[in-house]
């Protein structure tokens, strides 16, 4: 909800299907399930712990200083790269067994290597073996541990785009931005110097991020910025989908499948005419 009403999704694409992609998204939209829709083609993501340097233990209460982030992100020093520690590998880099692995440390990084074992159908130094390789080669370079730092009844969650003027500002600013407290995860967009950042705030501070957003932008550091409400009870998940992928060649993308699908689809929806509106029951207790 936002600049547009409809559904924000992150999709996991093969680099040398971005076009059957684009043709599948075209179909919903000749279909009329979907008006439009746009695509921001992105880097790798990098997640963050909320920042405790901002929790005030005495009192219980976060310290939201936005003058001082203020002055942070207006600095005009530059700053490195981002590392992600993924290493360009000389050979194929995985197989099905080690998307399975890296399937199961998406769902719980806490994951036995006797349960991987016992996943694989091997022994468990196998299965040890095969996840040393994996870090080795860089597939896993961060362990993040995901709470709440805001009670969700009284919070928001957005999905903002920080447009920056120039490649240097967005160079010097994303890993300042990152350590904000309330940034959860950020991706650079490929072909632009702008980065989509997923943000986590309380609602009585949403003010404040406006006006700081406005106030960079007048400081010269962001051309333009924009974002997008989230309903947090509409989201969902899931990991890779590793039964795609062949060790031989590699991962099957079924374009025309997935359009046929897509057309079964269409197809129960204009027999159901009847359509009715679906409303969730509240999530939290309330009294009169």
């Not at 299965?127 to 709470?147: L, N, P, S």
Request: glycine share 4%; net charge negative.
């Amino acid at each position: 909800m936002g600049e547009c009403n409809g559904y924000y999704s992150i999709h996991a694409v093969p680099e040398a299907n971005r076009s059957d992609f684009q043709q599948y998204l075209d179909q919903l939209v000749a279909s009329n399930l979907a008006r439009e829709y746009r695509i921001y083609w992105l880097e790798d993501q990098h997640n963050s712990i909320p920042n405790f340097e901002y929790y005030d233990t005495t009192i219980g209460k976060w310290r939201f200083t936005w003058e001082t982030w203020l002055r942070q992100l207006s600095d005009h020093k530059l700053a490195k790269h981002a590392k992600t520690g993924l290493k360009t590998p000389s050979r194929p880099p995985f197989d099905k067994k080690d998307l399975i692995i890296l399937k199961e440390l998406m769902k719980n990084a806490r994951v036995t290597l006797a349960n991987l074992a016992g996943m694989l159908g091997t022994t468990v130094p196998g299965a040890k073996y095969r996840f040393d390789k994996i870090r080795e080669r860089g597939f896993i370079h961060e362990f993040v541990v995901e709470f709440l730092p805001y009670a969700p009844e009284i919070s928001e969650l957005y999905e903002v785009r920080l447009d920056f003027k120039n490649e240097s500002s967005l160079i010097s600013k994303t890993s300042t931005f990152l350590a904000l407290p309330f940034t959860l995860h950020q991706s650079q967009i490929r072909g632009m110097n702008s980065v989509a950042a997923r943000v986590y705030l309380p609602r009585g501070e949403m003010s404040n991020l406006y006006a700081l957003l406005s106030r960079l932008v007048r400081n010269g550091i962001l051309s333009n910025f924009a974002y997008l409400l989230l309903d947090p009870l509409s989201i969902k998940a899931q990991t890779f989908s590793y039964e795609y992928y062949d060790d031989e060649e590699g991962w099957r993308y079924d374009n025309n499948n997935y359009i046929s699908r897509l057309q079964n689809l269409l197809t129960e929806f204009e027999d159901n005419e009847a359509q009715q509106a679906i409303f969730e029951p509240m999530s939290i207790a309330t009294t009169a």
